[in-house]
């Protein structure tokens, strides 16, 4: 295992870290502004249209995408470092660049498993960021992290006709509230008393103004809607027709494609956590150096010191085995590095929380106000340890793997 970046990477690294600095960063504040005078919160301020064509212009788009007939053709070792350092802006980098989720995970579906036409219709503007999309697998009425335990129903019309009725309620459907967002990927059932629970499900694209599909309200995350990502949506489907040929791949094939597509989305969101655990450290430096308390700066405070001690190297730790299973990853594939991802997507989020909750803690009450990006980082990091998979899952799945050598 060789973890020195190549040239290609050295090169994307110093283009993305200049673009953070001088476009993504300055931003920041100025986005929010714009939100403010939106006719709707949920409009896209227009300083991230600026920010995706300077990012275009400048060759940092669809970094994500290993096939180079879509995307950039990195390898998910080259990837990882770029990602980083979009974590670092959570809410805007990934966007900018036009790799943010869920539309990352429904171009890989989409390129992998999509048809010619679905390719025309939908992959390619989402590759040029003229739309958003969404990704509806959680539901409200069953524990979602067993799939299987999906209830949307997607049944063959009953008058002959060659179209699907799908039929079912999802929440937290990111990206959902967004007015770009045209196209949601959803999964439901088929073949709900087939024998095999691994290939009653199915994937269909429904467009947005199809009728029937309402999009109910926000889900807030800790308090917050999440604007910059377009929200998290209760969507209901009401009897909805899509034509058969909206169907992805093959009937019974929606599990299989939902594990394809959530290996790289786990390893994507680890690296962008490593990212927002860098601010939160370079954040508590610069309070910890600025605040002096009971007669010293809080830099000279022994807690203070163990605190930043402590995440260094709890975060090249979470580095290290994030780009040791990017690399089983490019050279064994994702199912040989199925124990690595569930590893980094365990431990990744949970001690990113840790640090980012002291770093709230060192920053007192500014750390909980909107005066510093802590505490709706903080909001994010511990959502991911639900997003993709609860950690008690993959613990579960983790440990049989483990004891599976013994039996």
């Not at 283009?15 to 300055?26: A, G, I, K, S």
């Not at 660049?97 to 219709?121: H, S, Y």
Request: proline share 5%.
């Amino acid at each position: 295992m060789d973890f020195a970046f190549d040239a290609r990477t050295e090169e994307l690294r110093d283009r993305l870290l200049t673009f953070m600095d001088e476009h993504v960063y300055p931003a920041e504040e100025v986005a929010e502004e714009q939100r403010a005078q939106l006719a709707s919160p949920w409009d896209t301020p227009a300083i991230v249209g600026a920010l995706k064509a300077e990012a275009r212009k400048q060759g940092l788009w669809n970094l994500f995408l290993p096939d180079a007939e879509h995307g950039a053709g990195l390898t998910n070792l080259q990837y990882a470092p770029l990602a980083e350092i979009t974590g670092r802006s959570p809410h805007l980098a990934p966007t900018a660049l036009n790799c943010a989720a869920p539309d990352t995970g429904n171009m890989e579906v989409l390129a992998q498993f999509g048809n010619d036409e679905q390719k025309k219709q939908w992959l390619e503007p989402l590759l040029a960021g003229e739309i958003r999309s969404a990704f509806a697998m959680t539901e409200p009425e069953v524990a979602s992290s067993d799939a299987t335990n999906i209830t949307t129903r997607i049944e063959r019309a009953s008058e002959g006709t060659d179209e699907y009725v799908i039929t079912g309620r999802k929440w937290y459907i990111s990206g959902a509230m967004n007015p770009d967002c045209q196209i949601f990927i959803l999964m439901g059932k088929t073949d709900p008393e087939g024998a095999d629970p691994r290939r009653q499900q199915s994937m269909v694209l429904v467009p947005r103004d199809t009728p029937g599909v309402e999009v109910r309200r926000a889900m807030q995350v800790y308090g917050y809607e999440d604007h910059s990502h377009g929200g998290h949506a209760e969507v209901v489907f009401d009897r909805v027709r899509v034509p058969v040929s909206n169907l992805i791949g093959e009937e019974g094939g929606g599990f299989a494609i939902a594990q394809a597509r959530l290996g790289p989305g786990r390893i994507h969101h680890c690296m962008r956590l490593i990212g927002m655990a860098e601010r939160a450290i370079e954040l508590m430096c610069q309070r910890a150096v600025a605040r002096t308390a009971f007669g010293k700066p809080l830099a000279q405070q022994g807690v203070v010191q163990e605190w930043i001690a402590d995440a260094r190297v709890a975060v090249e730790q979470l580095r290290l085995l994030v780009l040791k299973t990017a690399w089983l990853m490019d050279t064994v594939g994702n199912k040989g590095a199925h124990t690595e991802i569930q590893s980094i997507k365990i431990a990744t989020p949970r001690t990113v929380v840790g640090i980012l909750d002291q770093a709230v803690q060192l920053h007192g009450a500014g750390g909980v106000s909107q005066d510093f990006p802590l505490a709706e980082l903080w909001a994010a990091a511990r959502t991911l340890r639900l997003a993709d998979g609860p950690d008690e899952v993959h613990q579960r799945s983790l440990a049989r793997r483990e004891l599976k050598k013994y039996l």
